[in-house]
């Protein structure tokens, strides 16, 4: 089954065009790794596909709909961790995690195993990197995705978040798509493909 559908995806800003006639199609299951230089389009892509960014030309298809009008539900479905997580709000981290907690009600030992649960009166803004990520990891599997981005997958992510995406990815079965500088398989991918100046090229194996 097809999980998201993308046929000649382009995108300019300004008077670069930052991607150029993208097209890749990932079935459910698939663990894609699309790498390449910084600035090479990567996070535009993913931008795209979750209409964070509207793109000029080509066609978006997740879970057989299109992002542009089906935003919302296609989101219920997907968890995100994007390259750049900043939360710029002066509130507390407890206030947000209790707000999660009570939307899927779940459970605090996911917290406990990211080392959330002792900095619950922290101000959000002052989480370092390393647990932004992990707030952005505990998001994302609270929602039991069946399709997971993680933009730049080599870069910032740590190790904690690392085992409990995999521990969830190889549970269910759930479908990925993570961006690196250079080829990865942090997360079990097999199917790499380089994009190189907005250009997506996917090799055979």
Not at 14 to 43: C, Q
Request: overall charge positive; charged content about 30%.
């Amino acid at each position: 089954m097809e999980i998201v559908k993308v046929i000649k995806l382009s995108k300019s800003i300004g008077v670069k065009n930052v991607l150029k006639n993208v097209t890749i199609i990932i079935r459910r299951g698939d663990r894609v790794n699309i790498y390449g230089e910084r600035e090479s389009g990567k996070t535009i892509f993913i931008k795209c596909l979750l209409d964070m960014v509207v793109r000029d030309s080509g066609t978006v298809s997740i879970f057989g709909y299109d992002p542009l009008n089906y935003r919302r539900e296609i989101l219920r479905r997907v968890g995100y961790i994007p390259q750049d997580p900043q939360i710029r709000t002066r509130i507390k981290l407890g206030t947000i995690l209790d707000l999660i907690h009570n939307l899927y009600n779940v459970d605090y030992r996911l917290l406990e195993e990211l080392g959330l649960l002792g900095m619950m009166n922290k101000d959000v803004r002052k989480l370092d990197m390393e647990y932004l990520i992990r707030l952005y990891t505990y998001i994302t599997l609270v929602k039991r995705p069946e399709l997971i981005f993680i933009d730049d997958i080599d870069s910032k992510i740590d190790g904690k978040s690392i085992y409990l995406l995999r521990r969830y990815i190889d549970r269910v079965g759930a479908t990925i798509l993570t961006t690196s500088r250079k080829p990865s398989t942090i997360l079990g991918e097999n199917r790499h493909a380089l994009m190189d100046t907005g250009r997506l090229y996917e090799f055979p194996g």
